[in-house]
Structure formats: structure tokens, C-alpha cells
């Protein structure tokens, strides 16, 4: 019986994970560029409740042998990379990545930080920098003055002042081969880490292209998030009950008299 408790727990523990993780999802609906989050469950050791040291040669000797797990647990959370709609805004700074890659951004620290956010904008120095005021890997404007600023899909910036028109220089992007093993900073920011591989940074990819004047949304859809939670949710009561139902056997025999 007590293995019955504790693989209830775990099987609660692991469902309180999941709810966690879904509310962080919906929680999330609005944010730009939020890539949703899913979990993976895999059981655990297996342990055998054959008797040993029989007498009599058992019947079934080189049968499969009678195991019982020990619950489950959350194997890994993953961000599903599929994109989220794109969102018409016709600000000039605004950039969304439809294919693969990250805008790159200078953390306070020194250190590259990595967003698909595109939500830009200048800072008082006349910098391109995001929502949260961290500068962006952007091709050198022209300080002050009126101007017109124009983004190809392959990521070529141009600036017309009046009649002159100029090239200001391509964005470049970075790419992983791993960008499920990137660090979450917050703030839709994310920093390289061993398991997502150096970050290779080059000009906009030929399956890749931005486009001007765009979001990328969240791809969170709500419908979906709400049965996962209510999936969720049964399956942690259904464990509860199991736990309880063990406690309820454990005090009967704790109650049994001669």
C-alpha cells in the first residue's frame, strides 16, 4: 500500500507540472513572438513483486516476470515551434521572422540575447532597441532628421532622406541546431547554452524572410490550452482519489485486531 501512495503523489506532482505550465501558456497568449510550451510524462523504474525463495518450482518458471512501476514523472518541457499568426501594425520598426532564426540583442552583462520579438524602437541615442530598452543588432542609422527607413525580406535596410536614398546595411540573424536547448531569460528573451549549439550567425536564409510592419504572435491557441487543462486537471483528481483510497487501506490495516 505504501507503494501505492507514493506513486499517487508522483502522478499528482507530475499533473501539477503540466498545470503549471499550461497556465504560463494562456498567461501568455498576447506575448509577441511566445512560443507555447509542452510537456512530456515518461513512468518510472519497475520493480518485481515475484516471491523469492520458493520451495516448489513455480509452473510458470520462464514466464514474464510479475513488475509493478513506481508512478511517473515529467520528462521534459519543449517549445513547439510552430509559428504564431503575424499581426499587420505598418510601424516602420517593427520586424517579424517568418522561418527560422532570432533577432540578436545586447544584454546588459555583455552577453547576446536572442528574441523573436520585433518590436523595436529608438532609444534616446537614436539606437534601435527592444520593448525593454536592450539594443538590437541593427544595421547604423543616421542620427537625427526625418527619414524613411525600409526592410527587404532578406533583411536589407534602406534609409531615403528626401530624395536621396542610401543602403544602411542587413540584418543579420542567428540560428541554432538546437532551439529547444536554449535558456528562457524572460522578458522573450533567450541566451545560447550548450545544448542549443553556438549560435550561427548569418544574413537572412533563403527560407527565411521579415517582413516590415508586422508582429509575430503568440502561437498559443486558447482552445486547445483549455482541454489540456481539463485533461490535466482529471488526472490529477483521479490520482488524488488513488491516494486517498490508499490512505483508507493503510489505516484499515493499521486498525486490524487479532
Do not use: C, H
Amino acid at each position: 500500500m505504501l507503494r501505492g501512495l507514493w506513486n499517487a503523489a508522483t502522478g499528482m506532482r507530475a499533473q501539477q507540472t503540466k498545470i503549471d505550465v499550461v497556465a504560463n501558456n494562456i498567461a501568455n497568449v498576447n506575448t509577441n513572438g511566445y512560443k507555447k510550451k509542452d510537456v512530456s510524462f515518461q513512468d518510472l523504474v519497475y520493480q518485481s513483486i515475484e516471491r523469492k525463495g520458493n520451495a516448489v518450482m513455480p509452473a510458470a518458471q520462464g514466464e514474464k516476470k510479475a513488475v509493478v512501476g513506481v508512478g511517473s514523472r515529467v520528462s521534459g518541457i519543449r517549445s513547439n515551434m510552430r509559428p504564431g499568426m503575424y499581426l499587420q501594425t505598418d510601424s516602420p520598426l517593427d520586424l517579424a521572422i517568418v522561418g527560422d532564426g532570432y533577432f540578436r540583442v545586447l544584454l546588459p552583462d555583455g552577453r547576446e540575447g536572442y528574441t523573436r520579438d520585433g518590436n523595436f524602437r529608438f532609444d534616446g541615442d537614436g539606437n534601435v532597441v527592444t520593448s525593454q530598452g536592450y539594443r538590437v543588432f541593427f544595421p547604423e542609422l543616421p542620427a537625427g532628421g526625418e527619414y524613411k527607413i525600409s526592410t527587404s525580406p532578406d533583411g536589407t535596410v534602406t534609409v531615403t532622406n528626401g530624395e536621396e536614398t542610401f543602403l544602411a546595411g542587413q540584418i543579420s540573424l542567428a540560428y541554432f541546431n538546437n532551439v529547444n536547448g536554449l535558456e528562457q531569460l524572460g522578458e522573450n528573451l533567450l541566451v545560447a547554452t550548450p545544448a542549443a549549439g553556438e549560435a550561427v550567425i548569418s544574413p537572412v536564409r533563403n527560407d527565411t524572410q521579415l517582413m516590415q510592419g508586422y508582429l509575430e504572435s503568440s502561437n498559443v491557441d486558447l482552445a486547445e490550452e483549455m482541454v489540456q487543462l481539463m485533461i490535466s486537471q482529471r488526472a490529477y483528481e483521479l490520482s488524488s482519489r488513488a491516494l486517498r483510497t490508499a490512505d483508507e487501506m493503510w489505516g484499515m490495516a493499521n486498525q486490524m485486531r487479532r
